[in-house]
């Protein structure tokens, strides 16, 4: 990975200093170091936050043009990154070409994942255990590679490579003989894909066809987690202590996805054009696991305790993946245009799995030795699914002052699902066939008055049938916007938008309504000052009835968030020194009350016109009104040096 | 065919150049900065100031009259670009994202600036530029949980393109499915015991990728919560109501149904998604 990293690292760096003496080069750099400081409860801070002290890039930028007839190996270079050091995430971006010759693209990112989260996943949070079961401390590097050859007018081949990989350790949970235990995880999932393929243009027809190789190896290597060996749940069962002794489980998977991709834009004529796509992808996985426990131990499904289990896994997907689309659109004159459009997404699914257990001395809930006892359980899961989108648009534009539009979609959704006897744990309900229709419109318009433009946009959608409690009957929405400003003196943008979602279908009930409303201002009274000032709301009011999983009576599901946020900044340049500051301040007082305040502060001064120092300060300071212990206030100071020329 | 629309379109660049060169005797400062960008007029077969602009003849001829020359705004703007920016036009293709508001590509692009502060010719860093019309998105991600618009992190057009696409506002992956998976690429799947992601849902089923209140960017504050109002039967039959969640929720081991379900983006390996 470190390899990688420096390699990308050291080929960016490359390419930019073999341009850096050219004659129209720009560079910029700022780089420092923070110091981050954490009071309260540090692993929500870095669950949301994740800074940490040490050296940061701020900002790198080198853009490089050379217009000559020869301009070497590159006439066009631009290499951004920022982020890297202390940040939780960095990403680089490095474009490059020669005319007629090459266009490299090449696109890294990285992010530090952390969460460890006081309340979630805790079952042992009232015994004052923190955090949660779940935590992981991982990275997610991705890597994004493009070389088009543009060497003849209507040809450009294409050849690209994407890398995703995703590792580090983490703490989960298992449930098995009656407890759940908590255990360790180290894990390493990769995904990559090699393409070709190439872009084609003329003056009426222009397009893709390109070929991808997909290809996913993961790996999951699991064992107990120092202490857990005595499970979340003191007592015994059944008279008998339920401990696990020892515990490992390695998982590889692999999938396999060739990917075909093909666009096309034809021009049919000066006032018609023709669209159509097609995406086919065919993922086939397999998955090996074995899994070896021993303990004292309860299996209820065979009524017996054990003292040992060795399982293994041997699974298999099958998943093609098909998405079509055909377009038409009509310039109707200087004012109107009329798309009209038909899109298909098939997809399918055939599981199987076999699981092989061999459970170790049992002995039946009386009393009786009964030795070894194998299970085999073979499943197979299957899904098809089919949606047939159709839509047709008409956009009026430039009638005086106004403009509307509107559209209307169908969306044709057809599921079927295969019920399996090894997942039976009810009879009935988890296979079944699903058809729903859902109809949609939209009409809207706009007044531009030159200062001022005013928007509107509503919209419903209707549908004749439900596949899942959460899928709404009827939706309707309304926005609005208006962006008012004089010159770049103020600016004044409002929006609103409101949205309601309900199906009041038997045994469903699901009532929604959400709005959000935002004001923002923004005043420039002279071109070193910059003031803003804005407020947010979101609300959103949710109800569906559900069962009391232990006494099946109904009740009421009732989420509701209720937040405010208010935020400032400005932005003052005096002779040398730049003041930027912001702070903002967002408190909800829904389902899951809390507040969380954000203050930024930055100086920076010209020391030379190439060479600047910036000091900064940032604080942020949570609080949630039901779990104080979740709480935390964090600094971050940071001084950095920039360089431009 | 292709050889002759290439030298026919050289032949029409190598005009306009010539025709171009008398835009620069007033506009010089802005001639200087085009000739360093990738639109400058010094290069074989790249546009000119007659390119985007038209014919200045009656514009010359009536003391720099701007009402005489073509500016290009709005999606007649938007137009102009497009003739030579095919796969962008592509990608616009029948998603004008961006048409009802009448924003084209000069709202976000800047033309003529060479070594702009921003790549892609941005006028100004990506979610600033988004966040001015969409303030209401750009508040949401002020909640504690989320993705992280900061330095380094995600970007609006991470996962948008404002361009339009196969998947409206939102991107398709490589494979046409939903952006979400070309980071969190191990949840794509498939697996023999899938859940909601592509069956009957997606990841917005139960995540808020913009912000959240809830731990895990969730829908819900209570993950016993979230499940339950799927999980849950009354009469018809709808997926996943059956089987309905048996346990008894007054104990805290079974109010936190991750801790046993843990593989709730699918499994291949346990149909109760324990592992």
């Known amino acids: 990975m470190k390899t990688l990293r420096l390699a990308i690292a050291a080929f960016s760096i490359l390419a930019a200093a073999t341009v850096v003496s050219a004659q129209s080069t720009a560079f910029d750099i700022e780089f420092g170091y923070q110091n981050v400081d954490v009071s309260g409860n540090e692993n929500m801070f870095m669950t949301q936050i994740n800074q940490d002290s040490g050296f940061v890039l701020r900002n790198l930028s080198v853009s490089y043009f050379d217009p000559s007839e ?281 599981g199987w799995a076999m699981i092989s257990s061999l459970f170790m001395e049992t002995m039946s809930f009386s009393g009786y030795e009964q030795g070894d006892i194998v299970s085999l359980v073979e499943a197979q899961t299957g899904y098809t699914r089919k949606d047939q989108i159709g839509n047709l648009r008409v956009d009026v534009r430039d009638i005086g002052l106004f403009r509307f539009w509107g559209q209307f979609v169908v969306d044709d959704q057809d599921l079927d699902v295969s019920q399996d006897v090894a997942e039976i744990v009810l009879p009935y309900g988890q296979e079944g066939q699903f058809n729903r229709k859902v109809d949609s419109y939209e009409v809207g318009g706009m007044v531009d008055l030159g200062s001022a433009k005013i928007l509107l946009d509503l919209g419903g959608q209707s549908a004749d049938d439900i596949i899942m409690r959460t899928d709404f009957n009827d939706r309707s929405y309304v926005r609005g916007r208006v962006d008012w400003s004089i010159g770049r003196l103020f600016r004044v943008l409002a929006t609103a938008e409101s949205i309601d979602t309900d199906n009041q279908s038997s045994g469903v009930g699901y009532d929604a309504t959400t709005t959000h409303y935002a004001l923002d201002f923004t005043v420039t009274p002279v071109d070193n000052f910059n003031l803003g000032l804005a407020w947010d709301n979101y609300s959103t009011d949710s109800q569906i009835p559900y069962r009391v999983p232990q006494t099946l009576d109904p009740a009421m599901s009732i989420y509701t968030e209720d937040g405010d946020m208010y935020s400032g900044n400005l932005r003052w340049t005096i002779s040398i020194v730049t003041l930027s500051a912001a702070y903002s301040t967002f408190e909800n007082t829904g389902s899951f009350p809390l507040k969380m305040d954000h203050a930024t502060a930055r100086v920076a001064v010209d020391l030379t016109k190439n060479i600047a120092v910036a000091g900064e300060y940032e604080n942020w300071d949570y609080s949630e009104n039901l779990f104080s212990a979740a709480d935390y206030n964090a600094d971050r100071w940071g001084l950095y040096l920039r360089y431009r020329r | 065919m292709v050889l002759g629309v290439g030298l026919a379109a050289a032949q029409a660049a190598n005009d306009d150049r010539e025709a171009s060169e008398a835009c620069a005797v007033c506009h010089d400062t802005v001639a200087a900065e085009l000739e360093m960008t990738v639109h400058s007029p ?234």
């Open chain 1, 70 to 350: 020869n301009p070497g190996f590159a006439d066009r270079l631009r290499l951004d990154a920022s982020g890297f050091g202390g940040n939780p995430a960095g990403r680089l971006h490095l474009q490059m070409g020669r005319d007629h010759t090459y266009r490299l693209n090449l696109f890294y990112q990285q992010f530090k994942t952390f969460s460890a989260l006081p309340a979630f996943a805790n079952p042992l949070l009232d015994d004052g255990v923190m955090p949660g079961q779940h935590t992981w401390d991982r990275t997610r590097d991705i890597l994004d590679i493009r070389l088009e050859l543009p060497l003849w007018a209507a040809i450009t081949p294409v050849v690209g490579y994407r890398w995703n990989r995703y590792d580090g350790p983490g703490l989960t949970t298992y449930h098995v003989g009656g407890d759940e235990f908590q255990i360790s995880s180290d894990l390493e999932q990769t995904e990559s894909e090699f393409y070709l393929g190439f872009d084609f243009a003329t003056k009426a027809v222009q397009g893709t066809l390109t070929q991808g190789w997909r290809d996913f190896d993961g790996t999951n290597n699991q064992g107990l987690a120092p202490g857990a060996g005595a499970g979340n749940n003191p007592g015994s069962l059944l008279g008998q202590d339920v401990e696990l002794d020892s515990f490992s489980r390695t998982e590889k998977t692999s999938v396999s996805t060739p990917v075909t991709t093909f666009h096309i834009t034809a021009r049919a004529s000066d006032r018609i054009r023709l669209i159509g796509s097609y995406v086919y992808a065919d993922a086939d996985g397999d998955t090996n696991m074995s899994e070896m426990l021993a303990g004292s131990l309860v299996s209820f499904q065979l009524a017996s305790f054990f003292r040992g289990l060795d399982q293994s896994v041997e699974s298999n997907t099958s998943s093609p993946f098909q998405r079509g689309e055909a377009r038409a659109e009509f310039d109707l004159g200087d004012h109107v245009d009329l798309k009209v459009g038909y899109e298909f997404r098939d997809r399918e699914l055939d």
């Open chain 2, 42 to 275: 010094m290069r074989a077969g790249t546009p000119s100031c007659v390119t985007c602009h038209g014919d200045g003849t009656k514009h010359m001829d009536n003391d720099g009259d701007p009402s005489m020359i073509n500016i290009p705004t709005g999606a007649s703007g938007a137009a102009t670009c497009l003739e030579c920016h095919g796969q962008i036009q592509q990608m616009f293709a029948g998603r004008w994202a961006h048409g009802d508001a009448e924003v084209y590509c000069g709202s976000c692009h800047t033309i003529h600036s060479p070594h702009n502060a921003q790549p892609m010719q941005l006028v100004k860093a990506a979610n600033d530029l988004c966040a001015q019309c969409h303030p209401s998105q750009a508040g949401s991600f002020e909640k504690p949980f989320g993705h992280d618009l900061d330095l380094g992190g995600v970007q609006c057009i991470s996962c948008h393109d404002p361009h339009g696409g196969g998947g409206g506002s939102l991107k398709v992956d490589s494979s046409g499915e939903i952006v979400c998976y070309s980071c969190h690429a191990e949840k794509r799947g498939p697996f023999v015991f899938p859940h909601v992601n592509g069956v009957a849902g997606t990841c917005l089923s139960c995540h808020q990728p913009h912000g959240s209140v809830n731990p895990m960017a969730l829908t819900r504050s209570r993950v016993d919560q979230l499940c339950l109002e799927c999980h849950s039967v009354f009469d018809g039959s709808t997926l996943g109501s059956q089987p309905p969640s048996f346990h008894n929720l007054r104990s805290p081991r079974y109010q936190n149904c991750t801790t046993c379900h843990v593989a709730v983006h699918g499994s291949n390996t346990s149909p109760l998604l324990e592992k």
